[in-house]
């Protein structure tokens, strides 16, 4: 999982950077009104966390048939968005999303579906102001003031992110989703042991989320812990996840180790996706 979580960001990122920015992006996704999906369930998706699809390209083609049947349908529009992004068409799901919104402008779902996609392409911005137009203020949704916490994250606005996680949390107090967000905002920071101690109560709240657990681990390992964080990575787990975990972790640590000998500051630069 950890190699998952961080394979498609760029290996001339910082590590804290590249970490981050990787889960983080997972957690923009991460807004969504009923199932979970990676880190809180996804803008428009209705997938569980970490479940693969089986066969990404025939799911694209079923999707692509569906939507353009009907190009006016939202839910067909984010079905195949999902598929786009699953297959790494990540632009291509922004200029679909961004059709059928044009012509729906005051689609909740539709809105947040394409809030999710552009904070998958990186824009962060745009990411941000669009999921404000999907938030309604007397009914606040807590998985999108979650989502645009993590934007404001990328765009190295700490200080606002962690408001609309806090306001997130007075919703859904100690919603490990929102926690782990938090957390990276801290990492982002450079406040390694309250990012630390905010991704134990993440992890607390649910052990078996993945990217939570990369996550707390990537934090130990940071501060120096290593033996720690390895543990952290492999524990209950069969034993060729457990090995691939700590050895991605391993790699993670070690591009830290070459950015300090490079004469480089802890870098923590700018990212839930959610499936």
């Known amino acids: ?12 990122r910082h590590l ?8 983080l992006a997972m957690g923009l996704a991460g807004c969504q009104t009923s199932a979970p999906s990676d880190i809180t ?62 012509a729906q402008p005051g689609n909740k779902a539709l809105l947040a579906g394409y809030g999710r996609a552009l904070a998958d392409n990186g824009n962060f911005q745009q990411a941000f102001d669009v999921l404000g137009r ?18 404001l994250d990328q765009l ?17 107090p100690d919603e490990p989703s929102v926690l782990s967000n938090l957390g990276l905002s801290y990492v982002l920071s450079k406040d390694l042991p309250m990012a630390e101690e905010t991704l134990r109560r993440a992890h607390g709240r649910d052990a078996n989320d993945a990217r939570i657990r990369a996550n707390l681990a990537l934090v130990v390992g940071l501060q ?7 543990g ?15 050895a991605a972790l391993k790699r993670l640590l070690a591009r830290k180790d070459n950015a300090r000998a490079d004469g480089e500051k802890l870098p923590v630069a700018t990212a839930a996706r959610a499936n």
């Open 1 to 12: 999982m950890f190699q998952k979580v961080f394979q498609r960001v760029s290996a001339a």
């Open 16 to 23: 804290v950077g590249v970490a981050v920015a990787a889960t």
């Open 41 to 102: 369930g996804s803008l428009g998706d209705n997938v569980e966390a970490g479940r693969p699809a089986a066969d990404p390209r025939r799911d694209l083609e079923i999707a692509h048939d569906r939507f353009k049947a009907n190009p006016k349908d939202a839910e067909a529009a984010l079905q195949y968005a999902k598929t786009l992004r699953a297959t790494g068409q990540r632009a291509q799901a922004v200029a679909v999303l961004e059709q059928v919104t044009l």
């Open 134 to 151: 999907a938030h309604s203020p007397d009914d606040p949704d807590w998985r999108i003031l979650s989502a645009q916490g993590a934007a």
């Open 156 to 172: 190295d606005r700490h200080e606002e992110a962690r408001q609309y996680y806090a306001s997130a949390l007075k919703i859904v």
């Open 224 to 230: 120096g812990r290593v033996s720690e964080a390895e």
């Open 232 to 246: 952290i990575a492999k524990a209950d787990l069969p034993p060729a996840e457990a090995t691939a975990n700590v």
